[in-house]
Nanobody, 126 residues
Framework: QVQLVESGGGLVQAGDSLRLSCAAS????????SGWFRQAPGKEREFVAT????????FYADTVKGRFTISRDNTNNTIYLQMNSLKPEDTAVYYC???????????????????WGQGTQVTVSS
C-alpha cells in the first residue's frame, strides 16, 4: 500500500483560502486514483473530491463544487486540495485517500479507499 501524509491545515476565517497537500510514498503514485474526504465532529467521514491517475478527470461533492480544486503532481508524488471561499461548515479533519493500485474507480465513497492519511484539521471561524 501507499503511505500518505497530509499537511496544510489550520485556522482561518470565513472567506479565506487554504491549500492542503498530501505526500505519498512507498509505491508508484501514478498507479493510484486519489481523493480527499473529511470528517466533522459527530459526523461520518464524507467524500470531498477525487482525481484520476494522471489528473484528466475530477469529481466533487456538491457542497464544495466551484470552491475546491483537486490536483496532483505525480513527479513529486503529491496531491493537493485548493480550498477557496471557506465556510464554517467546512470545518473538519481532512483525510487524503488512495484507491487500490491500478484501479480506475474514482473514490466517491469510503468503501473504495484502500489507504488513508492521518488527517489534518481545518477550522473555519465565522
Amino acid at each position: 500500500q501507499v503511505q500518505l501524509v497530509e499537511s496544510g491545515g489550520g485556522l482561518v476565517q470565513a472567506g479565506d483560502s487554504l491549500r492542503l497537500s498530501c505526500a505519498a510514498s512507498g509505491r508508484t503514485f501514478i498507479n493510484y486514483v486519489s481523493g480527499w474526504f473529511r470528517q466533522a465532529p459527530g459526523k461520518e467521514r464524507e467524500f470531498v473530491a477525487t482525481i484520476t491517475w494522471i489528473g484528466t478527470s475530477t469529481f466533487y461533492a456538491d457542497t464544495v463544487k466551484g470552491r475546491f480544486t483537486i490536483s496532483r503532481d505525480n513527479t513529486n508524488n503529491t496531491i493537493y486540495l485548493q480550498m477557496n471561499s471557506l465556510k464554517p461548515e467546512d470545518t473538519a479533519v481532512y483525510y487524503c485517500a488512495a484507491g487500490r493500485p491500478f484501479s480506475s474507480v474514482l473514490l466517491t465513497t469510503t468503501a473504495l479507499v484502500a489507504s488513508w492519511g492521518q488527517g489534518t484539521q481545518v477550522t473555519v471561524s465565522s
